[in-house]
């Protein structure tokens, strides 16, 4: 892989990163003014304007309902829908980042489900991450101490969807057709969101409404759609360390926009989840790293002997 390559991937994973985090915070500012179901809902609505982008010249638009894999399509589908319902209303009952260090633990989730569903095996490394993980989320939550709500909840209940949502992604390794990978996260939330909200469903009131609901629900598709881009151009384990940089956003949304600061034994906390997933990050970085140098030695000591090889040259003319 090109050093461009690699550079264009991990750059389009922070933008995406950064689009999610803006969207995260026009959800929270929908806070007390529309059903969290219909904000999740916009997603997928406003989503729809980013197909004739994606579809190649020689596709239709049927291919976002005719993926190759209809199990994988659907259950990724599912995780999305919950993911973002979840995910809205996590956000709208906590702060910023004590809702994203939640939502942090999806990488420990998803070596959990890759040991149990997809039987994988997984060094002590990933093992001492998942348990650092989890220190770091009791540290944020300190039950006991302090009152839990439902947004603590969602919060993990996203983190598990997406999560999921990984696993479904690395199920479908053979879909090719962009619009039904894309088209998986717009009708989860089109769907399940869309039912949900049902008659509880409010028309935004002011101008200003509409500027959060199409803020957050064309910024959360656009992430998703950068993020397919990013894994195209970069390893899984490149494009996922930049997920760290959506905690600045968060405190910096928290702190200018929304006026909840940190106490201390949160930020502890947050510290100790990104600390457990960066270890994981080396994990797969050194695991990607020693691969590739088994691969080089395997093709040295058992070079492909050539075409001719072994052929008589042809007689001089």
Known sequence: MGFKALFSGMALAFTAYALFSISDAFSKLL???????????????????????????????????????????????ACVFVATAASVKAFMLL??????????????????????????????????????????????????????????????????????????????SAETVRLSLLGSSLVGPLVGDGLLMGLNATWPATAQAWIYLFGYGFLAALGQLLMMLATARAPANRVALPQYSQMVWAVAFSYLLFHQPLDGW????????????????????????????????????????????????????
């Open 95 to 172: 702060s910023m980042p004590e809702a994203l260090s939640l939502m942090f633990l999806m990488p420990l989730f998803v070596t959990i489900l890759s040991v149990t569903l997809l039987k994988e095996k997984v060094a002590a490394w990933a093992w001492l991450a998942v348990i650092l993980g989890f220190v770091g989320v009791l540290i944020v939550l300190r039950p006991g101490v302090r009152p839990l709500n439902l947004g603590h909840l969602c919060a993990l209940t996203a983190a598990f969807a997406n999560a999921g949502s990984v696993i479904a992604y690395r199920l479908s």
């Open 266 to 317: 949160t930020f502890v906390g947050i510290v100790v989840l990104t600390a457990s997933g960066l270890l994981n990050w080396v994990r797969q970085r050194l695991q990607h790293e020693r691969l590739a140098i088994e691969a080089r030695l395997h093709r040295w000591e058992h070079p492909t002997p050539h075409p001719t090889a072994g052929q008589a040259s042809p007689p001089p003319r």
């Open 31 to 77: 806070a007390g003014s529309l059903n969290p179901f219909e904000v999740a809902f916009s997603s997928g609505v406003f989503g729809l304007l980013l197909l004739p982008f994606v579809r190649k010249p020689h596709e239709s638009y049927l291919d976002v309902f005719r993926p190759r894999q209809r199990a994988t399509w659907v259950l990724r589908a």
